[in-house]
């Protein structure tokens, strides 16, 4: 889109020109939404109300993370804690697009209620090209549904907006830097953690990875400065148990799989050659510090043939 401060005043004109009332805008915590977040909050101040879905499927501590950076900024916000909604609609589900749709469809389902309560007639979302690109649609192949594109119900009473709709990660990079958001923050999907579980979703499961999820970017960030870290780095927790060693006590434990991946806008990149004794440190911090897991594995499948994430 050209110059950060260019494509800032196009974002802008499009919420001034698309936004006619007020509006819920639909904030993930994610480079994408909290950019949108930030720009629709200069352009509609209070006829906006920005709400983060704490879906019980985030990373840890996101909940204050992203409420720091809404003070920040003085966004009008609101955090709902769904949690349960998630999980009860997620009980027995373990097909990748059944997953998504049904969390598109409980989001929706929050944002109306809360659109309600605000007089809302618009919801605002981050959605950038790759998740139009590859949500299918008219000539396109469906590669996997993005719960904010095919996701969403057909029917839907608000009124979507969607600012970043021709921007690229790098683009929205560009333009967070220039603001002086944070650029470190990795692309998060907006499912969370239910398309890093293979298989059912539990609370039990989610509390788990995110642990692991936590062990792996902590890692990551002390062995790695900011300039040259990974793209994405994440762990998938695996439907498989394998038998192994804890002591002298023989143990039949978890698999995870860890991904760490380099790209520059999300569409194509490669796995990433991580040195073997951060690899070392890492898998050895999970085994000893969570017993549910005694096998991890490493991921070095490019995209394409496979997609940054698994589900």
Not at 128 to 133: F, K, V
């Amino acid at each position: 889109m050209g110059a950060p401060d260019r494509s800032l005043k196009e974002i802008e004109e499009y919420i001034s020109q698309h936004l006619k009332g007020k509006g819920i805008l639909a904030c993930s915590g994610g480079l994408d939404s909290t950019l949108l977040a930030v720009v629709a909050s200069r352009v509609a101040g209070d006829k906006l109300l920005t709400v983060f879905v704490d879906t019980g499927l985030m990373r840890m501590e996101e909940s204050g993370r992203v409420r720091a950076i809404f003070d920040r900024y003085g966004l009008n916000y609101r955090i709902v804690d769904a949690s349960e909604e998630f999980f009860s609609a997620l009980r027995g589900v373990t097909d990748p697009e059944r997953k998504r749709k049904i969390i598109g469809a409980r989001f929706i389902d929050v944002f109306e209620r809360e659109s309600g309560e605000f007089g809302a007639e618009y919801l605002l979302q981050g959605t950038i090209a790759p998740d139009w690109i590859e949500s299918g649609g008219s000539v396109r192949d469906t590669i996997k549904s993005h719960h904010n594109v095919g996701g969403l119900p057909e029917r839907m009473k608000l009124k979507l907006v969607e600012p970043l709709r021709d921007l690229y990660k790098d683009d929205v990079r560009e333009i967070s830097a220039y603001l002086g958001l944070p650029t470190d923050v990795q692309p998060y999907p907006g499912p969370g953690l239910a398309v890093r579980i293979i298989g059912e979703v539990t609370r039990d499961k989610a509390d788990l990875l995110r642990a692991v999820t936590a062990i792996v970017e902590d890692e990551v960030r002390r062995a790695i400065p900011p300039e040259n870290r990974p793209w994405q780095y994440f762990a998938v927790l695996l439907p498989v148990s394998t038998t192994g060693v804890h002591g002298d006590k023989r143990t039949y434990g978890g698999t995870v799989a860890l991904r760490v991946f380099n790209s520059i806008d999300g569409m194509s990149g490669t796995f990433t050659r991580l040195d073997w004794e951060l690899l070392d440190r890492i898998s050895t911090r999970i085994t000893n510090e969570l017993k549910e897991i005694n096998r991890v594995t490493y991921d070095i499948t490019n995209k394409p043939p496979g997609t940054i994430e698994w589900e």
